[in-house]
C-alpha cells in the first residue's frame, strides 16, 4: 500500500523559510509523479509544484515562483518543496500526493489527477 507521510512544517515569521518533506512507501512503480498541494482555510486545494520519477518538474502556481522549489532524493523516495521568502497567505496546510503509471508530472495540478495523498503538515507564517 502507498503511503505518504509529510513532516516540516511549523510556524515561522514573515520571510523566512521552511522545507517540508514527503516520505513515501509501498511505491512498487518505476513511473510516478509526487505534487505538493496546499489548502488555506476556507479555500480550494492549490496545487503548487510537481516532480516525477524521471525529473520531470512542473510549477502549477504562480504565487510561489522564484520562491518555492521541489526536489527529490529517489534513493531514500523523499520529496522536498523548499519555501522561501514566505508570506502570511502562504499559511495553510500542505499536502504531498502521488499519481502512478506516469512518467512526466501531470500538466494541472488538479488534485484528482492524483490517487494517493499524506496526512498534510500545517504551515503558519505570521506576519
Known amino acids: 500500500e502507498v503511503q505518504l507521510v509529510e513532516s516540516g512544517g511549523g510556524l515561522v515569521q514573515a520571510g523566512g523559510s521552511l522545507r517540508l518533506s514527503c516520505s513515501a512507501s509501498g511505491i512498487t512503480f518505476d513511473d510516478y509523479a509526487i505534487g505538493w498541494f496546499r489548502q488555506a482555510p476556507g479555500k480550494g486545494r492549490e496545487g503548487l509544484l510537481c516532480?516525477?520519477?524521471?525529473?520531470?518538474?512542473?510549477n502549477y502556481a504562480d504565487s510561489v515562483k522564484g520562491r518555492f522549489t521541489i526536489s527529490s532524493d529517489s534513493a531514500k523516495k523523499t520529496v522536498y518543496l523548499q519555501m522561501n521568502s514566505l508570506k502570511p497567505e502562504d499559511t495553510a496546510v500542505y499536502y504531498c500526493?502521488?499519481?502512478?503509471?506516469?512518467?512526466?508530472?501531470?500538466?494541472?495540478?488538479?488534485?484528482?489527477?492524483?490517487?494517493?495523498w499524506g496526512q498534510g503538515t500545517q504551515v503558519t507564517v505570521s506576519s
Open positions: 516532480i516525477s520519477s524521471s525529473d520531470d518538474k512542473i
Open positions: 500526493a502521488i499519481t502512478v503509471l506516469v512518467s512526466k508530472c501531470p500538466r494541472y495540478g488538479n488534485p484528482p489527477l492524483y490517487n494517493y
